[in-house]
Structures are given as C-alpha cells and as structure tokens.
C-alpha cells in the first residue's frame, strides 16, 4: 500500500515537472471504434431506358374546308396532301384539291349562265415548299404536351378552270398540331394565284382557301 503511494506521488512529481520545463507530454488514448448503423440504405440503381425516336418522314392526310373563287363566290372544298419532311426544317408538300364554284357576278346581275355545270368544277394539284418557322409546344393540364409547327409554304401548279388549264402561285401558313407520334392536325390558309380569260379580258384572280385535315406519319 505504501509502495503504491510513493509511485504516485513520484508520478505526479515527474509531470509536474515536465510540465514546468516545457516537455510535451503524451497521454495513451485508446481508439474509439465507429459503431455500425442500425439501417443499412439499399440502393437499387434504376435502368436507364433510352426513348425511341420515331423515323416516319411521310405524311400523308385528307383536308376539308372553303375556298373563296374570285367572281364566284366561297365554296367547300376538299382533297388529299403528302408530305416528305427532308429535316426538322424543311418539307416538300403535294396536294390536289376540288371545288365547284356557283354563279359569277356577272350571271347574277345578268340573270344568265355563261358556264355548264362541268364548266364549274375546279380542280388543282401543286407542289410547296415548306418551311417550320416556330415550332414550340402546348400543354394541357400538368401531365399532357403536344408538339406544335408553325410553318409557312411556297409553290407553284396547276388550276384546271372552265375546261383549261391555269399556272397557278399559291402561297400561304399552316399550323401542324401533333396529337401523337403518327398522328397531326393540320390548319391552313393559302392563296392560289393565277390569270384566266375567261370574261373577255385578261383578269388576275386570288382564291384564298382555309382547310383542316388529319394526316398521318409513315
């Protein structure tokens, strides 16, 4: 018992004066080992399943709406379109369309008829050049987008006219509403520009046509 009371009291001695002369001094601590989590997080990794692109090019649809004939009054007409989209951009468009116009100003105020009944069936057929000049989206509600194009075309043809043909301008905008991945609605307002001589003169007439039509993507 005294011997264990001298050793501390030399121990404590000895720190004291290592303390006093500057001497560091080193205490053993004993390593603390990390205690393992009660919860282990299992992470599962998610398969990344990349989207298919669609590669269609073609669309081909049917429209229906109004054309308004110059001298001859606003009359339905209807007809088929195709469609090959070169890129996001650009697109070559074929159309053929059909109408049949009533009387012209001048039967009606001179109560005659100057055309037969086949005489006032019209039909055309041209060749565009498109363009998407604003593509963009529309979202219904939080969960539903659709892509959206608005494009403007360009082009020339043919109207076939009182049983002869006219070189045809028609120029114009459209708006392609994508309800699906094979599936677009088209709105559409173009212009059909050409000569005839069918009143004695040479007259420049401007037909302004507004349809709708449903296509398809192949």
Known sequence: MVNRGWKFLLSTMVICLAVSAGAP????????????????????????????????????GYFTGSMGFEDFGTNSVQGIFVAFH?????????????????????????NSLMFTDA????????????????PGEVFIGNKLAF?????IVVGSGTTKFAGDDYATFVYG???????????????????????HYKFGYERSVNNLETTIGLAVFF
């Open 147 to 151: 892509n959206t194009d608005l494009y």
């Open 173 to 195: 905008w459209g708006y392609r509403f994508l309800m699906a991945d094979w599936l677009s609605l088209h709105l559409d307002m173009r212009n059909h520009s050409f000569i």
């Open 25 to 60: 001094v080193v205490f053993a601590v004993e390593p603390m080992q990390a205690e393992e989590p009660l919860i282990k997080p299992e992470v599962k990794r998610a398969e990344v399943v990349l989207p298919k692109i669609d590669t269609e090019s073609i669309e081909i």
């Open 119 to 134: 005489e006032r069936k019209v039909s055309y057929y041209n060749v565009l050049l498109g363009y998407n000049l604003l």
């Open 86 to 110: 070169v890129n996001e951009d650009v697109f070559l468009l074929g159309s053929y369309g059909q109408t049949t116009i009533g009387k012209s100003t001048s039967e009606i105020i001179n």
